[in-house]
């Protein structure tokens, strides 16, 4: 099995948003990164993308090379029979990535690791009819990946126990954080929390209890603030003062499952989705969201410095 320091060549699958990001941060640490998709439009987008991209990690100090090689493109997927490591971003249905997987086999080394960026499918459901399973596991990001430094990282009933630590070594080099999750779940750890507090988000608008707006401001405004810096564990320690975490769950921990009783299950009717798009549209009336986008990446910017310097 070759060790990580013999990585030195990535696959990219895919020239979304989050492949074009992959391929951004990958190729600012030196390595040489080779994007492939089936569309061929994708290779216009990968310059504008990947200089933007470089620019906010110069200012962040992230990357080892001070002008880092354009990633190359392709549309043949053989042109990854060079790599030593793909992140695979395909479209997030079982069947696409069970072919893509497939066809990858017929290109690179059996020795190449395949981390899959899936945000909800399972790695063993990835790995059902792989040759060598055993190299194939989930690396999930948060988008987009070159800002958000987590990455979880989810094995799959075959994956080799190597294979996790050469991934999560490899994905430290590139100043990841990252994350285990023992078990597989649907939607791994980060978006079943997420999707937790979506779902209470909905229903409260769904009810009526307040509109997307004031939905959007109380989290962004509110709890969003703390959770930038620490998360809910550790939150609620502070909180419970002097007695710290177990003060916490003594005092008010009854006041927590009130409210878990409370929590809806909404569904995405066309009537909800109406009024939640509408509510987003009113968020963006004095902005479009290109400007949007820039405000989101600069303000990330300085909450990851705000982290870095802080030891958060």
């Known amino acids: 099995m070759r ?3 013999d990585i030195q060549t990535v696959g990219i699958v895919g020239g979304g948003i989050i492949g ?3 391929a951004s941060l990958f190729s600012a640490f030196g390595f040489q990164t080779h994007v492939y998709d089936p569309n061929p439009m994708v290779s216009a987008d990968i310059g504008p993308f990947v200089r933007d991209a470089w620019a906010i990690m110069a200012e962040l100090e992230l990357g080892t090379v001070s002008d880092p090689e354009l990633p190359r493109f392709s ?19 079982i069947e696409i990535k069970q072919q893509t997987i497939q066809s990858l086999e017929q290109v690179v080394r059996p020795d190449v690791i395949i981390a899959s960026s899936t945000s909800s499918l399972l790695a063993s459901d990835i790995q059902r009819g792989a040759r060598h399973a055993e190299r194939i596991l989930v690396a999930h990001p948060m988008n987009p990946p070159h800002m958000v430094p987590m990455v979880e990282l989810v094995a ?4 080799a126990p190597e294979i996790i630590d050469r ?9 990841r954080v990252t994350v285990r999750v023992k078990k597989e779940v649907v939607g791994h750890l980060a978006n079943r929390l997420t999707s937790a507090l979506y779902r209470e988000a909905v229903h409260i608008a769904a009810e009526g209890i307040a509109d997307v707006e004031d939905i959007d401001r109380a989290i962004s405004y509110g709890p969003g603030m703390r959770w930038a810096l620490m998360g809910p564990h550790l939150t609620y320690h502070l909180g419970g003062g002097k007695g710290g975490y177990r003060h916490y769950l003594d005092h008010l921990g009854a006041t927590q499952e009130a409210r878990w009783q ?7 009717t066309e009537a909800v989705k109406n009024m939640l798009v509408a509510g ?18 600069a303000a990330l ?6 982290k870095k310097t802080w030891g958060f």
């Open 20 to 22: 074009l990001s992959w």
């Open 156 to 159: 799959g009933k075959l994956t």
């Open 75 to 93: 549309s043949d997927l053989a042109s990854l029979n060079i790599v030593d490591f793909v992140q695979e971003n395909g479209p997030d249905r």
């Open 262 to 268: 409370e929590h809806g299950t909404p569904e995405l």
């Open 3 to 5: 060790g990580t320091q």
């Open 167 to 175: 991934a999560e070594a490899l994905y430290q080099r590139i100043e």
């Open 280 to 297: 987003v549209d009113r968020e963006l009336e004095s902005q479009d969201e290109a400007t949007l986008v820039k405000r989101r990446d």
């Open 301 to 306: 910017a300085q909450v990851f410095k705000v």
